[in-house]
């Protein structure tokens, strides 16, 4: 008995073609030198999949379909002189298409072994991608309608680096071997005939006819490309952030809510975080959230800030002090709870219609003054030139150190 | 902590979560986007040792699997959508006994929901999301500090229990900015791991006199490693139902109701009659409800749970203590007191629920009021 075998007789039924793959493996990996623990067999759920018992190399059992991406994040965090193996059925290879592509397009190195029988053999005969046409399952007793999936080309079409079809019979352990001696990703496609549901179904085929019978062509495909595989990397911390620092100071005793409502583009997310960091220059607590619609680049844009006396553990904005708008967009998203306001005041741009409110309404050319960009910054520098709650010098100051400190033109503001 | 070591920033939940992440000894997040948990996954690729973009969420949690059996520590964010597609695969990996830890920042559902709105919505479905009722660790995050706080414990419970560890959490949790004194964060230690060391055989299921079994990586060169995630006995041989393995299905359960941290603050005040309960976003306006109230000379206690799953008895013991207790959370149907006291709510408990949007600290003042 070979060495990488703890028991010789297999569980699969008598002239089952797995047979002959799993002797064939074990032989490739006779022939390459390898030692069982240098070997992780991943298995699929089938008939195939319960052979893991009999392998002396470190064997896994996963999910139905899924045994490729799991034996790509073994190889993935595995040196490249271990080998993964994953055994498929064509029911797995179905339903698992997805990660068998992803593998190849990335080359994760690892040797799919597809178990090709043409149909699901373990749940009674049902027919998978890969039934040939005119090929009879159980459910298809008339010959499966539609053609088969090509295991082969789909994969070198993602960029596999080597790929075999090969009619299970005989030896055919130096394509296996061939398959393993690749640093990246291989697949092996192994026809073979379900003696239970295949050959009852279809009496008439031959196993030696098999390929030219079903349509499918073996052959062997092979090209280069560098296998994947990810390396640690060092990487800095990300708190190495600076400190906001104190150097002013604001007179708010309680809490006050404030939103910032304008257009995608206009600064609207930015603005608000100087007006957070302002603040806390002041000494205050604060909170900053942003609100849009999924097309980040298009429509509204608005922000909800919190700033506080005492820290702040509920940030949420039920009813607004203040609300700021710049732009239509932010208009129309706000109305409603602009509405709803029976106090507090609104700060609105002068392009816009004067909207239903209990709120002081306060209107101010902030487009005009500061043109699009920079409309949202120029308002809340205004709401706190006619509130104080945070000194304006502050958030000009945070303006001046951020990022976008350089493009804005703060003279005569 | 003096005013000359302070280190204010204005930082989000989502940026403490990796840092928290890596610093404890986490080496590998496999992420796909989604809202709300994008924010992590793009520090966390600036951050994480290895930093793997997955093509969908079936495939981030294989490939977690996988690199968990390799010896890898690895996290993963996403939001219901996503987490729906991982749950066969957590199914598997809690089989398979793997480290690793997935995020979950709940969103506003049914289904797709609305991705930008938050939500407390997930709880009851992961009470029962493996199959067979057996429970996972979920802990929840309640405020900025736990960001810090809670990864680090999630992990050592991931490694510690041999299981995915859940770490809940909510959009405005992970995606708000706050000022908050970096200073108020403790050192992190890199989570505490053995593999094991023994002569063999190694059976990789076989937990000795213990709950847990002794972890070796798949792909060492010492002994074999056998995984399954179907039936199976001490030694990873796929099983129907024998003695042996339905003794080995019943210790996941036993590990994790043995073994998860109880984490919770109580507050407790003198005299009160009412006790809050609330956990995850809706925490913080508990916290202001409580203080409001007291500060009218309002006696009142709060409970804040931070483990949820599998829930302590002891939340249900300080409950029997109060004439009213009163559980707030940003769903329908009040999911944790479902949990608790299943259809059948005791009068004395009152729910404070709400959706699309977060609950004020008024409404739940007002109920401690009534
Ligand atoms: S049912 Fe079919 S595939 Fe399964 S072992 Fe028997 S012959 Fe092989």
């Known amino acids: 008995m070979s060495g990488f075998l703890v028991k010789p007789e297999l569980p699969y039924c008598k002239g089952c073609g797995h047979h002959l793959i799993v002797r064939n493996t074990v032989k490739a990996l006779e022939a390459l030198g390898a030692s069982p623990l240098d070997v992780v067999l991943v298995t699929d759920i089938g008939c195939h999949g319960i052979v893991d018992g009999n392998f002396a190399t470190h064997t896994v059992h996963g999910l139905h379909g899924r045994s490729v991406a799991l034996a790509a994040g073994i190889a993935m965090g595995l040196p490249p002189e271990k080998k993964v193996i994953v055994y498929i059925g064509d029911g797995g290879a179905t339903i698992g298409l997805q990660h068998i592509l992803e593998a190849a397009r990335m080359n994760v190195d690892l040797t799919v072994v597809v178990h090709n029988n043409m149909l699901y053999g373990m749940t009674g005969g049902q027919p998978s991608g890969l039934t040939p046409t005119g090929f009879r399952t159980v459910l298809t007793p008339q010959g499966y309608p539609l053609p088969h999936h090509d295991l082969p080309r789909l994969v070198r079409d993602a960029g596999a ?41 279809n009496p008439d085929l031959r196993l030696k006819e098999l390929a030219q019978e079903t349509g499918y062509e073996p052959g062997v495909w092979t090209g280069a490309r560098p296998a994947f595989r990810p390396s640690r990397r060092e990487t800095a911390s990300l708190l190495e952030m600076p400190a906001v620092p104190r150097q002013y100071s604001s007179p708010l ?27 806390m220059m002041a000494g205050l607590h604060a909170t900053k959230k942003g609100s849009y619609p999924v097309t980040v680049g298009v429509g509204f844009s608005t922000a909800e800030i919190v700033l506080s006396r005492d820290p702040i553990f509920y940030h949420g904005v039920p009813q607004p002090d203040a609300v700021v708008v710049t732009s239509a967009d932010g208009l129309a998203n706000q109305r409603e709870r602009i509405r709803r306001m029976t106090g507090g005041v609104l700060w609105l741009d002068a392009s816009l219609p004067r909207p239903e409110t209990g709120a002081e309404v306060r209107v101010a050319d902030f487009r005009g003054r500061a043109g699009a960009r920079n409309a949202a910054l120029y308002a809340l520098l205004t709401v706190l030139r006619e509130t104080g709650v945070v000194p304006p010098e502050a958030f000009l100051e945070a303006v001046r150190e951020s990022p976008i400190g350089k493009h804005v033109d703060l003279s005569g503001w | 902590m003096n005013e000359t070591q302070s280190h204010p920033v204005l930082i989000d939940g989502s940026r403490l979560i990796a840092e928290a992440c890596v610093r404890a000894g986490a080496d590998a997040y496999v992420g796909y986007p989604i809202t709300p948990a994008s924010l992590i996954f793009f520090f966390a690729s600036r951050r994480f040792p290895i930093a793997l973009p997955a093509p969908d969420e079936i495939t981030a949690l294989q490939w977690m699997a996988g690199l968990s059996a390799a010896g890898y520590l690895p996290v993963s964010a996403t939001s219901f959508p996503g987490f729906a597609l991982m749950v066969e695969s957590i199914n598997m990996a809690y ?43 979920v802990f929840c995050i309640a405020d900025l500090e736990d960001c810090w706080r809670l990864p680090p414990v999630a992990l050592q419970t991931a490694v510690d229990l041999r299981t995915p560890v859940v770490l809940l959490t909510s959009k405005e949790m992970v995606m708000t900015q706050e000022s908050f004194d970096l200073a108020r964060l403790a050192e992190i230690a890199p989570v505490r791991r053995t593999f094991y060391e023994g002569p063999g055989p190694y059976c990789t299921y076989d937990p000795a006199d213990g709950l847990v079994p002794p972890f070796l990586p798949v792909g060492n060169g010492q002994h074999q490693v056998r995984l399954n995630a179907s039936t199976h006995d001490r030694c990873g041989i796929i099983q129907h139902t024998s003695d042996e393995a339905m003794a080995n299905t019943r210790r996941l359960q036993a590990k994790v109701e043995a073994r998860t941290p109880v984490l919770y603050s109580l507050d407790e005040q003198e005299g009160a009659r009412t006790l ?20 009218q000379g309002v006696p009142v206690s709060l409970l804040i749970p931070r483990t949820l799953l599998p829930l302590p008895a002891v939340y249900l013991e300080t409950m029997d203590r109060y004439p009213r207790v009163v559980i707030a959370e940003e769903n329908h149907q009040g999911q944790l007191a479902h949990l608790l006291f299943g259809r059948r709510v005791p009068p004395h408990v009152r729910r404070v629920t709400a959706i699309g949007r977060m609950i004020r600290p008024d409404e739940i003042a007002q109920e401690v009021a009534r």
């Open chain 2, 95 to 137: 089989m398979m006994e793997l480290p690793m830890l997935v995020i979950l920042v709940q969103r506003l559902g049914p289904a797709t929901g609305t991705a930008t709105a938050g939500a407390q919505g997930d709880l009851l479905l992961l009470n029962g999301l493996v199959s067979g009722g057996y429970p996972l660790p």
């Open chain 1, 161 to 201: 680096p080597y790929a075999a079809r090969v009619v299970g019979l005989g030896d055919f352990s130096d394509v296996l071997r061939q398959a393993l001696e690749v640093e990246g990703f291989a697949l092996v496609e192994v026809l073979e005939i379900c003696v239970s549901y295949g050959v009852k179904m």
């Open chain 2, 276 to 295: 809050v309960v609330a956990y995850d976003i809706t925490a913080g306006a508990a916290r202001e409800a409580v203080a409001a109230l007291r500060a």
């Open chain 1, 253 to 279: 005793e309680g809490r006050m809510a404030l939103i910032l409502a304008g257009s995608a583009g206009e600064g609207v997310q930015q603005a608000a975080e100087l007006l957070a960091q302002a603040a």
